[in-house]
């Protein structure tokens, strides 16, 4: 009997159309060849999700079935991509600490429906919910707070900066005062409160989803009185 741990699928090509083969440029200029690519699929959840089963056959790609992918994550012979639907538990955690590059369902569904490459991102990517926002936060003193705020959104695709500046699109505030509050509303810039970030990644498994959908809004900040810019 095969062992369920670690089981291999290559799709057959006649029904893939979706190519995420990438090239890579070398410091002299030229051009390397890609390195071969893969899906891992971690843990029963993902393995018996029929809509991320289907999405899978849309690429080119060999997927490999593992509990965890602990061991396939410290070889370096392939451009591995680990697709796993938790990003909290003991797994999650032991991929992020050996480098891997972990993406959540939703990432590949949404890839696999556009026909587009599977998003690439130096941290581990759940879904594409804040993708392009630029995420500053204010008044908040509890550093555990903070960080898992700033997880939050890195997990669905923003960025963050410390500093206030015109490119931010969004301020995160936890009081209405402060410098970068005020400048905030000089600008125009929407702020918003924490519960805005916990309410769309609630919704991190709603496909195409996007943080700044009129019903995922309504979470500004009691006392902005700035246009919401969505």
Same mark, same amino acid.
């Not at 941290?123 to 555990?144: D, S, V, W």
């Not at 409160?193 to 943080?211: C, F, H, M, P, Q």
């Given at each position: 009997?095969? /062992?369920?741990? @670690?089981?291999?699928?290559? %799709?057959?090509? &006649? $029904?893939?159309?979706?190519?995420?083969?990438? $090239?890579? *440029?070398?410091?002299?200029?030229?051009?390397?060849?890609?390195?071969?690519?893969?899906?891992?699929?971690?843990?029963?959840?993902?393995? #018996?999700?029929?809509?991320?089963?289907?999405? =899978?056959?849309?690429?080119? +790609?060999?997927?490999?079935?593992?509990?965890?992918?602990?061991?396939?994550?410290?070889?370096?012979?392939?451009?591995?991509?680990?697709? +796993?639907?938790?990003? =909290?538990?003991? $797994?999650?955690?032991? +991929?992020?600490?050996?480098?891997? #590059?972990?993406?959540?369902?939703?990432?590949? +569904?949404?890839? *696999?429906?556009?026909?587009?490459?599977?998003?690439?991102?130096? #941290? %581990?990517?759940?879904?594409?919910?804040?993708?392009?926002?630029?995420?500053?936060?204010?008044?908040?003193?509890?550093?555990?707070?903070? &960080?898992?705020?700033?997880?939050?959104?890195?997990?669905?695709?923003? &960025?963050?900066?410390?500093?206030?500046?015109? #490119?931010?699109?969004?301020?995160?505030?936890?009081?209405?005062?402060?410098?970068?509050?005020?400048?905030?509303? @000089?600008?125009?810039?929407?702020?918003?409160?924490?519960?805005?970030?916990?309410?769309?990644?609630?919704?991190? /498994? $709603?496909?195409?989803? @996007?943080?700044? /959908?009129?019903?995922?809004?309504?979470?500004?900040? *009691? /006392?902005?009185?700035?246009?919401?810019?969505?």
């Amino acid at each position: 009997m095969a /062992d369920r741990s @670690s089981m291999l699928h290559v %799709p057959d090509s &006649s $029904t893939c159309s979706v190519s995420v083969i990438e $090239t890579f *440029a070398d410091q002299t200029g030229g051009v390397k060849a890609p390195m071969e690519k893969r899906l891992v699929i971690v843990g029963e959840d993902c393995r #018996r999700n029929t809509k991320l089963q289907s999405a =899978l056959k849309m690429f080119q +790609l060999p997927v490999v079935y593992e509990d965890t992918g602990v061991e396939i994550a410290e070889q370096s012979e392939h451009d591995t991509v680990f697709v +796993l639907d938790d990003f =909290l538990g003991g $797994t999650y955690y032991r +991929l992020r600490q050996r480098g891997a #590059r972990i993406v959540g369902p939703p990432v590949i +569904l949404q890839a *696999a429906g556009k026909e587009e490459p599977i998003q690439h991102s130096t #941290r %581990p990517l759940y879904c594409t919910a804040m993708n392009q926002l630029i995420i500053c936060f204010t008044g908040f003193k509890q550093k555990a707070q903070l &960080s898992k705020l700033a997880d939050l959104v890195h997990h669905m695709g923003g &960025s963050i900066r410390k500093d206030f500046s015109t #490119r931010v699109t969004h301020l995160i505030a936890n009081s209405s005062g402060g410098e970068k509050y005020r400048t905030a509303v @000089s600008l125009g810039t929407p702020i918003m409160t924490a519960k805005w970030v916990y309410e769309v990644w609630d919704k991190r /498994d $709603t496909v195409g989803l @996007s943080a700044v /959908d009129e019903t995922m809004v309504r979470n500004r900040h *009691a /006392d902005n009185d700035c246009k919401m810019g969505v």
